[in-house]
């Protein structure tokens, strides 16, 4: 069965903008209340792992995943988090390849990253944005050549469908590393200006979740993310129709 949940987001972007920061209680009650099975946290909410893994709990909420930067992976207070609050993943954004030269010292560091994570039982899985979608000159894009030199047993994919269809190779992205990824991000958003600053209803932008997920649930899905851009007027109501729109999407039966 897949797990649903919702991403908490960072740096006041994301379903929830600065709310959980100012009041972690809150949102977690709103998450809950909608009908969500956990959450996926970044760096912003793990200084005090023990009080998060604590908050979720109290409200029956897992934790899908820690969500970090590439800069923040090797970080104490991300092991610190990992060894606290009994996630079984480590999300990993924004690996330094803007280039083919850089992918066996960008895939050699994720080795290493995802053997210190592993010690602790957890997955790493590195998430996507366009760029790491988009293809080179030498016909391949930074997920495909990483993946290449990636071990299917040490590091997987987190594919996050905006982004990968932002880079205009969502179908192609999944086909090539969706083998490797049972965790993946649904957010819907305008893909000629990804980054416009609105908040997208799951199913009013210009991704195609649909398609995308009939191609990614042909293999097992164990989560599935709740993502935002930007906080909605009506957080409330957003976390609702996102939650129905992704149920109906898991349950074979979209629109």
């Known amino acids: 069965m897949t797990a649903l949940v919702v991403?908490?987001?960072?740096?006041?972007?994301?379903?929830?903008?600065?709310?959980?920061?100012?009041d972690l209680g809150s949102v977690l009650d709103d998450v809950r209340d909608a009908g969500y099975d956990g959450v996926e946290v970044m760096s912003n909410l793990i200084g005090d792992p023990q009080l998060l893994r604590d908050a979720c709990a109290a409200r029956g909420l897992s934790i899908a995943a820690v969500h970090v930067f590439w800069w923040e992976r090797d970080e104490t207070r991300v092991r610190r988090a990992l060894e606290t609050l009994g996630t079984g993943r480590l999300l990993?954004?924004?690996?330094?390849?803007?280039?083919?030269?850089?992918?066996?010292?960008?895939?050699?560091?994720?080795r290493r990253t995802a053997a210190a994570a592993q010690d602790l039982g957890v997955v790493t899985l590195l998430?996507?944005?366009?760029?790491?979608?988009q293809v080179w000159a030498d016909?391949?894009?930074?997920?495909?050549?990483?993946?290449?030199?990636?071990?299917?047993?040490?590091?997987?994919?987190a594919i996050d469908l905006h982004w990968a269809a932002a880079a205009g190779t969502l179908i192609r992205?999944?086909?090539?590393?969706?083998?490797?990824?049972?965790?993946?991000?649904?957010?819907?958003?305008?893909?000629t200006e990804p980054k416009n600053g609105q908040s997208y209803d799951?199913?009013?932008?210009?991704?195609?979740?649909?398609?995308?997920?009939?191609?990614?649930?042909?293999?097992?899905?164990?989560?599935?993310?709740v993502e935002r851009g930007h906080a909605p007027d009506d957080q409330r109501a957003a976390l609702r129709h996102d939650a129905a729109y992704a149920r109906a999407l898991l349950a074979g039966r979209p629109g």
């Not at 991403?7 to 100012?22: H, K, L, N, S, V």
């Not at 390849?97 to 050699?108: H, N």
């Not at 016909?139 to 994919?157: I, K, S, Y």
Request: aromatic fraction near 6%; hydrophobic fraction near 40%; glycine fraction near 14%.
């Open 139 to 157: 016909g391949r894009t930074a997920c495909e050549a990483l993946a290449g030199l990636l071990p299917a047993g040490e590091v997987g994919f």
């Open 202 to 225: 799951l199913g009013s932008g210009e991704v195609d979740i649909e398609g995308a997920w009939q191609l990614a649930r042909t293999r097992p899905v164990s989560v599935a993310v």
């Open 7 to 22: 991403q908490t987001g960072i740096y006041g972007d994301g379903m929830f903008g600065a709310r959980p920061e100012e």
């Open 127 to 133: 998430h996507n944005h366009a760029r790491e979608c």
């Open 173 to 191: 992205t999944i086909q090539a590393v969706g083998a490797r990824c049972d965790y993946y991000h649904l957010k819907d958003g305008s893909l």
């Open 92 to 110: 990993v954004s924004c690996p330094p390849v803007g280039a083919p030269a850089d992918v066996p010292a960008v895939a050699a560091e994720l």
